[in-house]
Every structure is written in structure tokens, then in C-alpha cells.
């Protein structure tokens, strides 16, 4: 990647787009890192996905390892001519024994599965990364649901499950907070309209 221009991903506004639907997320599969491709929804996803952000002026795309994220970048970078950025730190949780396995076995998307990652440690993986992730701007993460619930984990929104469809574009951009412990985030969908993000429910 092209160092001119450069700064940190977490060091002001990006957009995050999960993939489009993979084979797994069609069969209802917990995929973690199951190396499944896009589903033929998944591939229209993606194209509607590049029609919906032709006139964002992107300088940076970046993926994940799993071929799902290369697959929903395509039609973006066949339209913008970028090449993308790969960057595996960022890929969803390894879910150990539950990959491939029905989502029903899973009890609860912070679940600590056997053979798998915790959701602490995952969560530190995917902050680490973004943390130390330097991009062109304005960019694109083309990333997981994991990913995106990880990021706001961080970000001090609590372990919080706001909708995450496939391959709709949303930008997180940083504000100044409005008490001591509220996040340093929001997230608006391309239109304006705030991502809703319910605070998780206290013991």
C-alpha cells in the first residue's frame, strides 16, 4: 500500500461493511474461520453494496484472510481500480468445535467455545489490530459481524448485538463523549441515520 497520506485506522471516520452472505450464514452455520464463499445472494449483495458507495471517494479498501471479504470487495474494486489491503488480524473469531455446526448449538454470541477463541481474547486481537492498522483515507473494512460487535466492545459500547447485515455499509465516526463513560463513537448508516446500538442490559 501506498504510504502517502496515511494515518490510523482508529484515528478518525471509516466505513465497515461485513461481507456479503456466504454459504455458511445461508445455511444458518456458525462459519468463524470456515473458509466459505458467497452465496449467489451474497455475490448480488455485493454488486448492489458497490452501486450504493460509487460516489464515496475511497483511497483504501481492506479485507480480512477470508476469501468471503475478497469476494464482496470485487465489485468495489473493479469500480474504483483499487487493489486491496489484507489484513488477517481482523478475521472473525475462531469458533473451535462449533464451526460448521448448526447456529442453534451456539448458546450466546459471547459464548467461550471449546477449542475456539474467548471473546476477550478476540476482542483484543481485533482492537490490536485496528490500533495499529494504517490506512489511505477515506477507507473501507470489509469485515465479519464478529469483527464489527468486537470494535464496539472496545469502543466501550458493551457486549451489544446491533443489526449487522450482509454487506451494508456503515461509517463509524468519532464524537466527543457525553459523560465520563459513554463511547467515543457513533455509527451512521451512509444516510445520516444512527446504527441502533442498544446498551446491553445490566446484571
Do not use: C
Not at 468495489?76 to 481500480?81: A, P, R, S
Not at 448448526?102 to 483484543?124: H, I, K, N, Q
Not at 465520563?180 to 457513533?186: E, G, N, Q, V
Amino acid at each position: 500500500m501506498n504510504t502517502h497520506g496515511m494515518r490510523g485506522l482508529l484515528e478518525g471516520p471509516f466505513l465497515f461493511m461485513r461481507h456479503g452472505e456466504s454459504t455458511t450464514n445461508a445455511r444458518d452455520l456458525v462459519a468463524g474461520l470456515m473458509d466459505a464463499p458467497l452465496s449467489e445472494r451474497g455475490a448480488e449483495q455485493s454488486a448492489a453494496a458497490a452501486r450504493v458507495l460509487r460516489d464515496e471517494p475511497l483511497a483504501s479498501v481492506v479485507v480480512t484472510g477470508l476469501y468471503r471479504t475478497h469476494q464482496t470487495a470485487l465489485p468495489i474494486l473493479d469500480q474504483t481500480g483499487l487493489t486491496p489491503f489484507v489484513e488477517p488480524g481482523l478475521n472473525e473469531r475462531d469458533w473451535g468445535d462449533l464451526e460448521g455446526r448448526p447456529l442453534t448449538e451456539r448458546p450466546s454470541t459471547f459464548y467461550d467455545p471449546p477449542g475456539g477463541e474467548t471473546w476477550e481474547v478476540f476482542a483484543d486481537r481485533i482492537w490490536r489490530t485496528a490500533q495499529a492498522l494504517r490506512v489511505r483515507v477515506p477507507t473501507l473494512l470489509i469485515a465479519h459481524s464478529g469483527t464489527f460487535r468486537a470494535l464496539l466492545y472496545r469502543m466501550g459500547f458493551g457486549k451489544v448485538r446491533p443489526p449487522v447485515d450482509n454487506a451494508l455499509p456503515v461509517r463509524f465516526v468519532p464524537v466527543a463523549p457525553t459523560t465520563a463513560d459513554a463511547p467515543a463513537w457513533t455509527v451512521l448508516h451512509l444516510d445520516g441515520s444512527p446504527v441502533p446500538i442498544k446498551p446491553p442490559k445490566s446484571a
